[in-house]
């Protein structure tokens, strides 16, 4: 293959689901060879598919220095750097790089966010490459690889979204205002306006949102302060937006149920009715989701037997059975990660505060 046929190949296939470690694999050998014929945008495609298809690859070590040349003269595009530094950021967060090539793409990552600012008004940046520049910043700053400039650069992203935000669509503005709500160097002057936005596209007539967006709101809004008033217009939509997503094919949005039944609740202020609902998607869903979604499921109930346990305490104590005894035979099949772990304590605690408070006990299962 050429450079640009192998580039566009790769596009294609991973946009069609189709990426894997054995393309990534014969990818490699392909682009080693062809290195010197590449154009950045060959280069930040290659390299983005890699990272889609959780490939360590050799061939960055290659590909680096061409980067880093084209990024210095200048020659790369808006959208080579949203999707160069989403790279990096996913490579970075899963591990999957060791020294040198991880010296080599955070050098790229200080290159990028260094002139972001100056890039902001001199390139073509879309709304979608500002919110994936957005998500990369959030990804390399929990792996603990901020670039060295990247407070100046985020809240330049945020007042370039805040300029936009009569342009953003629905899922958009809901990502977005999540994005902006979890950063830490998040300005409550520019969130508003945003949240405010949010909620009047989410309660025009006829829009219901969906699962994922109704999930990133709810998150967003969980992280939101001295927004009272968005709060009350947005709280309605959000909560037909909710049900709707639990009642609705909850099989085949597993992520967005959890995300929901985790921040819902307490975010939305849930009746007892709607709770009901939630516990029994829950535990209808439970026997098919992987071991992390089990964890994040024993959570959303450790959390729900929390608020709701006075009124709602045998479905709950059921519930949660029901999900630990799933875990033991998953746990005992495979290693848990440490985050899962933790997760599996941290809803443990809860359940004995629980029982300690109102004078129960724990099950020898559970001890």
Sequence with gaps: YPSRALASCLWALTKAGLDSKEVAEKAVLCARDRVMEMTPQDDTTITWTMARARFRADALKYLTPMLSRALREKRMNARDKAMLLWTIAEH??????????????????????RDL????????FTNA??????????RLAQCGRSPEDAKTAILSLHRALYGRVNSLDLSSLCFAWFLIAVSEFSDPALQGPIALATAQKMSRPGITASPQDAANAILALQKSSGIDDIEKLIREPLR???IKAIVDEPHARANHLLTLAMAGPEALRLGSEEVDRIVSALTDCAPGFSQQQQVRCLMSLAKLLKRHGKSKESELLAAITQVQDALLLTASNSRPKGSDLLAMCWSQLKLTQYLTRTGGSLSQDNR
């Design 92 to 113: 970075s967060s899963d591990g999957l790089l060791e020294d040198p090539p991880l010296e080599d793409l955070s050098t790229l990552a200080e290159g990028i966010t």
């Design 117 to 124: 600012q100056a890039s902001l008004i001199s390139d073509s």
């Design 129 to 138: 490459d500002i919110i994936v520049l957005l998500l990369s910043y959030s």
């Design 240 to 242: 037909t937006a909710c």
